[in-house]
Nanobody, 116 residues
Framework: QVQLVESGGGVVQVGGSLQLSCAASGFRIIFTPMTWYRQTPGKERELVAMMPSDGGGRIWADSVKGRFTVSRDIGANSLYLDMTDLKSEDTAVYYC?????????WGQGTQVTVSS
């Protein structure tokens, strides 16, 4: 059974940093494209950062380039999002996504609130 569990969200001041984690089970992330998305009320979910299955060329939202880093730990079967220089507009619920066999799987999300 595929399961994704995000953690690491919280309240941080503008300019601060946070690391989000996504623990995966039921599949191996080394074979799977993994993506971080975020969503704010009334808006569509938007892609933040994607890690291809080969760990190569990553895809970023323009708004986070140079500030966020996506990485993975194959042994821990986990995906990470390191966020620095956080801005108020980064406030959102962050979701981990895995695309397996053409199907999308989602975690429950973790709230990130950036306060000024």
């Amino acid at each position: 059974q595929v399961q994704l569990v995000e953690s690491g969200g919280g309240v941080v001041q503008v300019g601060g940093s946070l690391q989000l984690s996504c623990a995966a089970s039921g599949f191996r992330i080394i074979f799977t494209p993994m993506t971080w998305y975020r969503q704010t009320p009334g808006k569509e979910r938007e892609l933040v950062a994607m890690m291809p299955s080969d760990g190569g060329g990553r895809i970023w939202a323009d708004s986070v380039k140079g500030r966020f880093t996506v990485s993975r730990d194959i042994g821990a079967n986990s995906l990470y999002l390191d966020m620095t220089d956080l801005k108020s507009e980064d406030t959102a619920v962050y979701y981990c996504n895995a695309r397996i066999g053409g199907n999308d799987y989602w975690g429950q999300g973790t709230q990130v609130t950036v306060s000024s």
